[in-house]
């Protein structure tokens, strides 16, 4: 089933299931209560979205884990990547798939949990799934009607930084944290990560600008290493042919997603634009990290990184949409308008600042 077909699932049948089920349970009639966290062990949080969600969401999980809590994950299945990753780190218990039938039907008729978390903002589907799993107490995001399914919801703006609004998801056990990402113990050396795809073409730089900037600053790094899946193999191609220094390595499509996170555990810088080895990297700690930013919201997405954009007046023209980009009457201009001697300059200027996340 593809995207397509589960947005519209989503926003229709999605929708009005949610509206029947929460029919008399307003939006005020449940304050923000106050339990106790020591009564609650095994926890369920549900992610739909894709591989930079799930490394946003790795502080919370890392929490609950480190507070001694079980944590199992309820995700799709083409984004359990890094939900795997951090279980074979000892984070998590099992992970279930949301468009499996079989792992539904195993959790609604075998599992009950004290506590599940709903980490999605906007799709309908996820807030459905939690009611019908056994639990004490449902927790999300108070966006829409999914509200009224939770037992408590807790405030969520595009403005926050997302790792610190999936945190929130605590405030109803009176726990205030800051997400933290824990660096690894490793020598870094003078390497450069870099990621030139996207997801969405608005979010894509043209190439012979990324040529240029890797031709400008790529001999100043002991090693340069293009990253990115199949999807980036013939864009990393185009760019590795053109470039004229000889430290480059060019890893796209070779690599796993842990693969991927191995190598930002490895390297002291990362450029990327505004996609999921961004969050990859937050993930990997890595020490100095710069997006180039189109359409997207810096403050949602860009938190610890130094944010590379060119301002306009329309800039984070997806805030109202949930990430979802909407088409551009400007043809971009945000991103495709941003000289490389914009990026170098700010690359060069700000790249010994310590990041603060």
């Not at 699932?9 to 029919?23: H, P």
């Not at 050396?189 to 870099?194: F, I, Q």
Request: charged fraction near 25%.
């Amino acid at each position: 089933m593809n995207d397509r077909t589960i947005k519209f699932i989503d926003a229709t049948i999605g929708r009005l299931t949610v509206k029947l089920m929460g029919m008399g349970r307003g939006r005020n009639a449940r304050p923000i209560p106050s339990w106790n966290l020591d009564d609650h062990s095994e926890f369920l949080l549900i992610r739909p979205g894709g591989i930079g969600d799930a490394a946003l969401l790795a502080p919370l999980i890392r929490w609950l884990s480190d507070h001694g809590k079980t944590v199992d994950i309820l995700c799709m299945q083409r984004n359990a990547g890094v939900f795997s990753i951090l279980r074979s780190r000892g984070m998590i218990r099992h992970i279930n798939h949301l468009d499996s039938p079989s792992d539904m039907i195993r959790l609604i008729r075998h599992h009950r949990y004290d506590v599940i978390l709903d980490t999605e903002q906007s799709f309908y589907l996820s807030a459905v799934a939690s009611r019908f799993i056994r639990r004490s107490i449902i927790i999300g995001f108070d966006t829409n009607e999914r509200r009224n399914l939770y037992d408590a919801f807790v405030r969520y703006s595009q403005e926050d930084y997302e790792a610190e609004s999936f945190m929130r998801l605590l405030e109803p056990f009176g726990i205030q944290e800051r997400p933290i990402f824990t660096p690894v113990s490793r020598s870094r050396g003078n390497t450069l990560a870099v990621f030139a795809g996207a997801s969405h073409p608005g979010r894509l730089w043209p190439p012979d600008h990324w040529r240029e900037v890797l031709d400008r600053i790529g001999d100043r790094f002991d090693e340069v290493i293009l990253i990115g899946g199949p999807a980036e193999k013939e864009l990393n191609d185009k760019i590795a042919k053109a470039y004229r220094h000889k430290n480059l390595r060019n890893e796209a499509g070779n690599l796993t997603l842990g693969g991927t996170l191995e190598v930002l555990e490895s390297v002291s810088h990362l450029l990327s634009t505004d996609s999921w080895p961004l969050h990859l990297g937050t993930l990997a700690r890595v020490p100095h990290r710069f997006a180039i930013f189109g359409p997207g919201v810096a403050e949602k997405w860009g938190a610890g990184s130094h944010v590379i954009r060119r301002s306009i007046p329309c800039i984070g023209c997806n805030s109202a949409r949930y990430s979802q980009t909407p088409p551009c009457p400007y043809k971009f201009a945000c991103l495709q308008e941003l000289t490389p001697d914009t990026v170098i300059t700010s690359f060069l200027t700000h790249q010994w600042v310590p990041n603060e996340i």
